[in-house]
């Protein structure tokens, strides 16, 4: 009973977040009960991480479903617990006095809503992985989901930072102009580790691995997938 009320609250949280951005935003701000919502928001992404990351893996087989299934939280939450520091100390080298965990929150917001939104697609990401048996095909369009949900996600981070540091005309412009680049920064961070904790779909004909070796780049395997895609070679 208590371990059900507890997934409650964390989803309730969640929710939250999801309905009243605005009141959410503002509980950050006065550092409202940041510990139970850093707990709540880790454990609330990480379960639909966990189910997109299941379909993506469904597509080689049981094992790397079940590796997909922890793989996926990890590369979001590793992507974050690397690039949280950056932002925070520089922030505050120019002029922040929010604390660390107000950051971590407000991190962990755009975390929760891209897990949200990749469970949104879930159905979607299914139902091709069942009717279409194209590795790159699939891969591509998985690409592009991640790209449109982490795109929505860093953009409401963007928001919801100005809104919580209360960033006005009186703000020096640095401050800006480093979110920016720290939004980059967590963009490439997060394409080059998904890449080395690959695989998560896992290619045909290929045996079952934990990872694979450290070679050629995110990027270059990106262009590699449209053009056997567009000219099968």
Partial sequence: MELTQNTMNYFSTLITLLRDRPSF????????????KIVALIVASSLFFAIYGAIVGASNGWQQMLLSTVKLPALY??????????????????????????????????????????????????????????YHFFLLLNVAIFALTGFIGVQLFY???????????????????????????????????????????????????????????FYAQIITSIRWFLFGN
């Fill in 25 to 36: 935003l503002e509980e950050i701000r006065n550092g409202t009960k940041l510990e139970s």
């Fill in 77 to 134: 939450l590793l992507t974050l617990l690397i690039c949280l520091p950056t932002l925070y100390f520089f922030d505050i080298l120019f002029g922040s006095q929010a604390s660390f965990k107000q950051y971590a929150v407000l991190s962990l917001t755009t975390v929760s809503v891209i897990s949200v939104l990749l469970f949104s697609f879930a159905p979607v990401t299914l139902f091709f992985l069942i009717s279409i048996r194209d």
């Fill in 159 to 217: 928001r919801g930072v100005k809104s919580v540091m209360k960033f006005d005309e009186k703000t020096p412009p640095i401050r800006q102009r480093l979110l920016l680049f720290w939004l980059v920064l967590y963009g490439l961070v997060g394409s080059q580790l998904g890449w080395t904790l690959r695989p998560f779909f896992g290619a045909p004909g290929e045996p079952f691995q934990l990872f694979r070796p450290i070679e050629s780049n």
